[in-house]
Nanobody
Framework: QVQLVESGGGLVQAGGSLRLSCAAS????????MGWFRQAPGKGREFVSR????????YYADSVKDRFTISRDNARNTVYLQMNSLKPEDTAVYYC??????????????????WGQGTQVTVSS
């Protein structure tokens, strides 16, 4: 098992930046692919980004491509989400998630076995 704790959320003006962190503890972090999802009020959980175990492959939702960057530091057991050029529509609770097995359905939250508690990101206009 792995335990995940997100941090770094907050209130920012449109056009600003935030960096989210997700610290993992428990089983070897490097054996998990890591993802970021978000959930706005009244909406379902939405895929944001994913990085493969070794950090070679990255994937992004079209809505965040070229603005968000996922990275991981396996030595620190941490995955990051750098968010630039934030928009009010980025407002949501952001969750990190761990996937311990290969999958093609990377945008399906049901494919991820472990989740953090979430961190709120609010972007004001």
């Amino acid at each position: 098992q792995v335990q995940l704790v997100e941090s770094g959320g907050g209130l920012v003006q449109a056009g600003g930046s935030l960096r989210l962190s997700c610290a993992a503890s428990g089983r070897a972090f490097s054996t998990y692919a890591m993802g970021w999802f978000r959930q706005a009020p009244g909406k379902g959980r939405e895929f944001v980004s994913r990085m493969s175990r070794g950090g070679v492959n990255t994937y992004y939702a079209d809505s965040v491509k070229d603005r968000f960057t996922i990275s991981r530091d396996n030595a620190r057991n941490t995955v990051y989400l750098q968010m630039n050029s934030l928009k009010p529509e980025d407002t949501a609770v952001y969750y990190c998630a761990a996937d311990e097995k290969p999958t093609w359905a990377i945008q399906n939250p049901n494919e991820y076995e472990y989740w953090g508690q979430g961190t709120q990101v609010t972007v004001s206009s």
